[in-house]
């Protein structure tokens, strides 16, 4: 069985910083695009970035382009989000999800498996 299990959100203030964490087990994420999205309140969840099973390709989101980071260690089977000059704008659940293919994607309905999310809340 496989799972995604998010980890680093919390409270930050405008301006601040926060990594996300993305262990998998139940598959080895090394032939594996993944992807981040986030979901606020009464929206549709929506891409943040993405990365190719080696993580030489990477894609973002126009509002985060600049201030986030994704990566990857195939070695730990985890994916990371490195988020810095976080916006109130940007509160929402942060969702890891992982896809067969190895090519990254901006779609959501391309990958496979999902984590549960995590909340991340920014303050003014």
């Known amino acids: 069985q496989v799972q995604l299990v998010e980890s680093g959100g919390g409270l930050v203030q405008a301006g601040g910083s926060l990594r996300l964490s993305c262990k998998v087990s139940?598959?080895?994420?090394?032939?594996?695009?993944m992807g981040w999205f986030r979901q606020a309140p009464w929206k549709e969840r929506e891409f943040v970035a993405t990365i190719s099973f080696s993580g030489t390709s990477t894609r973002y989101a126009d509002s985060v382009k600049g201030r986030f980071t994704i990566s990857r260690d195939n070695a730990k089977n985890t994916v990371f989000l490195q988020m810095n000059s976080l916006r109130p704008g940007y509160s929402a659940v942060y969702y890891c999800?992982?896809?067969?293919?190895?090519?990254?994607?901006?779609?959501?309905?391309?990958?496979?498996?999902w984590g549960q999310g995590t909340q991340v809340t920014v303050s003014s």
């Open positions: 999800a992982a896809r067969n293919l190895g090519t990254y994607s901006t779609a959501s309905t391309s990958y496979n498996y």
């Open positions: 139940g598959r080895a994420i090394n032939s594996s695009g």
